[in-house]
Nanobody, 124 residues
Framework: EVQLVESGGGLVQPGGSLTLSCAAS????????MAWVRQAPGKGPEWVSD????????NYDTSVKGRFTISRDNARNTLYLQMNSLKAEDTAVYYC?????????????????WGQGTQVTASS
């Protein structure tokens, strides 16, 4: 059974930073692309970033490029999202998601392969 557990969310002032972590289990983490997806209140899911299985390829939505960094530690079965210069419009629940064996950039993974999410709020 695929299990993804996010942590690291919280309340931060605009301009601040947070690092999200996602602990993965139940599948061979190092074989799959991974993604971060977010959902703001009253809105649909929004793809944020993804990374290939080995970590050599990454992609970002234009709204976060230059501010967010996705990374992974395959030895620890953990995915990360470093978020800097946070803005009010970044406020959302952030989900870690398992992608495909083949890296397909900008793909929102099936809902069945998302974690439970962690709330990120950027507000003064």
């Amino acid at each position: 059974e695929v299990q993804l557990v996010e942590s690291g969310g919280g309340l931060v002032q605009p301009g601040g930073s947070l690092t999200l972590s996602c602990a993965a289990s139940g599948f061979t983490f190092s074989s799959y692309a991974m993604a971060w997806v977010r959902q703001a209140p009253g809105k649909g899911p929004e793809w944020v970033s993804d990374i290939s299985s080995g970590g050599g390829a990454t992609n970002y939505d234009t709204s976060v490029k230059g501010r967010f960094t996705i990374s992974r530690d395959n030895a620890r079965n953990t995915l990360y999202l470093q978020m800097n210069s946070l803005k009010a419009e970044d406020t959302a629940v952030y989900y870690c998601a398992r992608g495909e064996l083949t890296y397909i950039p900008h793909l929102i993974p099936a809902r069945a392969y998302w974690g439970q999410g962690t709330q990120v709020t950027a507000s003064s």
